[in-house]
């Protein structure tokens, strides 16, 4: 599986950005995708998932109600609609795609769950 992430960049606080990753490969198998992300100097950390099969999303408390993660079966690409963004958004932001399946939405927040990365997408968002 392969992924391409695309959408980051600069922008001021208060502004809104959509990441785009697109999945290619042997696709079939996803159960999920997910957004993470990780600061410079800090641990890469969960942001937003979504199963593949019947859509439930989960959130980070830090980006509930700013964020929108989303997905298109057909380009099998998941979204991450980012709104307010605030200075502690800056981040690399990845994309990931996970093969397992679990009933608990909980694992989908933890990165040991996801089997294939994208490059990430770099985001700054000044004060």
């Known amino acids: 599986v392969q992924l391409q992430a695309s959408g980051g960049g600069l922008v001021q606080a208060g502004d809104s950005l959509r990441l785009s990753c697109a999945a290619s490969?042997?696709?079939?198998?996803?159960?999920?995708m997910g957004w993470f992300r990780q600061a410079s100097g800090k641990e890469r950390e969960f942001v937003a998932a979504i199963r593949w099969s019947g859509g439930s999303t989960y959130y980070a408390d830090s980006v509930k109600g700013r964020f929108s993660i989303s997905r298109d079966n057909a380009k099998i690409t998941v979204y991450l609609q980012m709104n307010s963004l605030k200075p502690e958004d800056t981040a690399v932001y990845y994309c990931?795609?996970?093969?397992?399946?679990?009933?608990?939405?909980?694992?989908?927040?933890?990165?040991?769950?996801?089997?294939?990365w994208g490059q990430g997408t770099n985001v700054t968002v000044s004060s």
């Open positions: 490969g042997r696709t079939f198998s996803t159960y999920a």
């Open positions: 990931a795609v996970g093969l397992g399946y679990y009933s608990d939405g909980y694992y989908y927040t933890k990165d040991s769950s996801y089997q294939y």
